[in-house]
């Protein structure tokens, strides 16, 4: 069983940063597709951010130029780098990897954007 473990959320002002990390109890390097997913209150739950096998980076446009996803494959860790960051941005924030066919997912970690 592989778990994953958020961490970094919290409450920020509009326009500030957080860093989102994403802990994996095996080795990302064989991941299919490892990706962070939100759902604010109310709505459905949407991709963020994905890195799919080889490298391609995808993003939600509400995002583009704001957020960075990256993979740390020495420790294990998925990471997202928000940056100017909108009250709009604020939800539960869970990160999700793909591995042979099977979908994981973390606990959630919330992020609050607010004055």
């Known amino acids: 069983q592989v778990q994953l473990v958020e961490s970094g959320g919290g409450l920020v002002q509009p326009g500030g940063s957080l860093r989102l990390s994403c802990a994996v109890s095996?080795?990302?390097?064989?991941?299919?597709?490892m990706g962070w997913y939100r759902q604010a209150p109310g709505k459905q739950r949407e991709l963020v951010a994905s890195i799919i096998g080889g490298g391609r980076i995808n993003y939600a446009d509400s995002v583009k130029g704001r957020f960075t996803i990256s993979g740390d494959n020495a420790k294990n860790t998925v990471l997202l780098q928000m940056n100017s960051l909108k009250p709009e941005d604020t939800a539960v924030y869970y990160c999700?990897?793909?591995?042979?066919?099977?979908?994981?997912w973390g606990q959630g970690t919330q992020v609050t954007v607010s004055s």
């Open positions: 095996r080795s990302i390097f064989s991941v299919n597709v």
């Open positions: 999700n990897i793909l591995l042979w066919g099977t979908s994981y």
